[in-house]
């Protein structure tokens, strides 16, 4: 069956080519609804990822964020207008103790393989999770970078020792915005409190239990953990100002992505025994786990409402470039594609 993908060709240029999707056995196809963009797709939109990971990568669909209804499904796994979420990991191989997001061989859509941007997206069944009844479709959209944060959750509550009683989180930005309301809902007997540069989007974080602007931190603070959801240039910055705060043998977990590497304190990281570890995606575990932690917190979604920015109805090539462009310069929230393409 012949298929429309939208792909980024180069930095600001989307381009409509057509790919043949065999119909087998062993696939389902879903119509993509709503796709919502990461900071990732604007790393490459924007051409910010080296020369030669651009050079490698591109012509290649974006967004690995979205929602779909399956058309057809040969397995009978699903019914036909089914809503579900479509999980970006496609692993090749199954590993005891490698979780399927961190093995190297895994294809990621929008980074080594086509993303959503498409007509049709195929895929296996089990690359696919029903969405709860009556769940809000545009927050439904960006289930993937929430479940983001609960698989950073759940390795932080194997790897950290068990005095939690103030966790940091540093980042007023969305991933920031969601950990933090995670870590109310999946750790509820600790304080969170949120580290930002704008008091403006602090304000928004109403479920937390303190704000603080990062050139006002008190001296006297303590916190026993912490999670950087800030990436970029802002990531070693904000680091060595947790590694400063933290107490000795917290676990400090890593969200944000930096294009250059962080000079990090190594010698204070030393001298309190701290843990540091990295998260980056997510796998099937944490969409279905998430999905149950929606159902027995149904404010979970209605939070993640305040953190919609705008909506786009897209159905050409230009609607792609506005959502891209208009995405840019949001302050906070997340940019959702109602996707008709
Ligand atoms: N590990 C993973 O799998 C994933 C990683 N990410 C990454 O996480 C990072 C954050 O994403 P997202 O939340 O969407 O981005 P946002 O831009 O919405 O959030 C980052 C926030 O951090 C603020 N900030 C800047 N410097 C500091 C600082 N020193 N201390 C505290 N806050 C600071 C920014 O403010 P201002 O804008 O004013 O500078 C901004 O509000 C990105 O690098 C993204 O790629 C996202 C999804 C999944
Ligand atoms: O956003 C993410 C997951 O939701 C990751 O940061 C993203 O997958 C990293 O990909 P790339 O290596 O292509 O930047
Ligand atoms: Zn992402």
Same mark, same amino acid.
């Given at each position: 069956?012949?298929?429309?993908?939208?792909?980024?060709?180069?930095?600001?240029?989307?381009?409509?080519?057509?790919?043949?999707?065999?119909?087998?056995?062993?696939?389902?196809?879903?119509?993509?609804? /709503?796709?919502? @963009?990461?900071?990732?797709?604007?790393?490459?939109?924007?051409?910010?990822? $080296? =020369? !030669?990971?651009?050079?490698?990568?591109?012509?290649?669909? +974006?967004? /690995? #964020?979205?929602?779909?209804?399956?058309?057809?499904?040969?397995?009978?796994?699903?019914? @036909?207008? #089914?809503?579900?979420?479509?999980?970006?990991?496609?692993?090749?191989?199954?590993?005891?103790?490698?979780?399927?997001?961190?093995?190297?061989?895994?294809?990621?859509?929008?980074?080594?393989? *086509?993303?959503?941007?498409?007509?049709?997206?195929?895929?296996? $069944?089990?690359? +696919?999770?029903?969405?709860?009844?009556?769940?809000?479709?545009?927050? !439904?959209?960006? %289930? =993937?970078?929430?479940?983001?944060?609960?698989?950073?959750?759940?390795?932080?509550?194997?790897?950290? /020792?068990?005095?939690?009683?103030?966790?940091?989180?540093?980042?007023?930005?969305?991933?920031?915005? @969601?950990?933090?309301?995670?870590?109310?809902?999946?750790?509820?007997?600790?304080?969170?409190?949120?580290?930002?540069?704008?008091?403006?989007?602090?304000?928004?974080?109403?479920?937390?239990?303190?704000?603080? +602007?990062?050139?006002?931190? $008190?001296?006297?603070?303590?916190?026993?953990?912490?999670?950087?959801?800030?990436?970029?240039?802002?990531?070693?910055?904000?680091?060595?100002?947790?590694? *400063?705060?933290?107490?000795?043998?917290?676990?400090?977990?890593?969200?944000?992505?930096? =294009?250059?590497?962080? $000079?990090?304190?190594?010698?204070?990281?030393?001298?309190?025994?701290?843990?540091?570890?990295?998260?980056?995606?997510?796998?099937?575990?944490?969409?279905?786990?998430?999905?149950?932690?929606?159902?027995?917190?149904?404010?979970?979604?209605?939070?993640? =409402?305040?953190?919609?920015?705008?909506?786009?109805?897209?159905?050409?090539?230009?609607?792609?470039?506005?959502?891209?462009?208009?995405?840019? /310069?949001? +302050?906070?929230?997340? %940019?959702?594609?109602?996707?008709?393409?």
């Amino acid at each position: 069956m012949l298929n429309t993908v939208y792909q980024l060709k180069a930095p600001r240029q989307f381009e409509t080519v057509f790919k043949d999707i065999p119909l087998d056995d062993r696939h389902v196809l879903v119509r993509p609804t /709503h796709l919502s @963009i990461c900071h990732a797709d604007q790393r490459y939109y924007q051409g910010n990822r $080296p =020369e !030669a990971v651009l050079r490698s990568k591109l012509p290649m669909a +974006l967004i /690995h #964020e979205g929602i779909g209804k399956v058309v057809y499904d040969p397995t009978g796994t699903y019914r @036909i207008g #089914e809503e579900v979420v479509m999980i970006p990991n496609h692993p090749v191989e199954k590993d005891d103790i490698i979780e399927e997001n961190y093995l190297r061989s895994t294809k990621f859509c929008g980074s080594s393989k *086509d993303g959503f941007m498409q007509e049709y997206v195929s895929l296996l $069944p089990d690359r +696919l999770v029903r969405l709860p009844e009556g769940i809000d479709k545009i927050v !439904a959209a960006f %289930t =993937e970078i929430v479940s983001v944060s609960y698989h950073a959750i759940s390795r932080f509550q194997k790897f950290s /020792h068990s005095r939690r009683r103030t966790i940091g989180v540093w980042g007023d930005g969305n991933l920031g915005y @969601i950990t933090s309301l995670l870590l109310k809902k999946m750790l509820p007997d600790s304080k969170v409190c949120i580290f930002g540069v704008n008091a403006n989007k602090l304000s928004d974080f109403s479920f937390a239990d303190a704000t603080c +602007l990062v050139s006002e931190i $008190p001296e006297d603070l303590l916190l026993d953990h912490a999670f950087e959801c800030v990436g970029g240039n802002g990531s070693a910055i904000a680091i060595n100002q947790i590694i *400063d705060y933290i107490q000795p043998e917290g676990t400090i977990s890593i969200l944000g992505v930096s =294009e250059d590497p962080a $000079p990090i304190n190594t010698r204070m990281v030393l001298e309190k025994g701290l843990h540091i570890f990295g998260s980056s995606r997510s796998g099937r575990a944490d969409f279905e786990g998430l999905m149950e932690l929606y159902k027995k917190n149904p404010d979970i979604p209605e939070y993640l =409402e305040n953190i919609v920015g705008t909506t786009f109805e897209v159905e050409s090539i230009k609607d792609m470039t506005e959502a891209f462009e208009t995405d840019i /310069h949001k +302050l906070i929230g997340k %940019t959702v594609m109602i996707w008709k393409g």
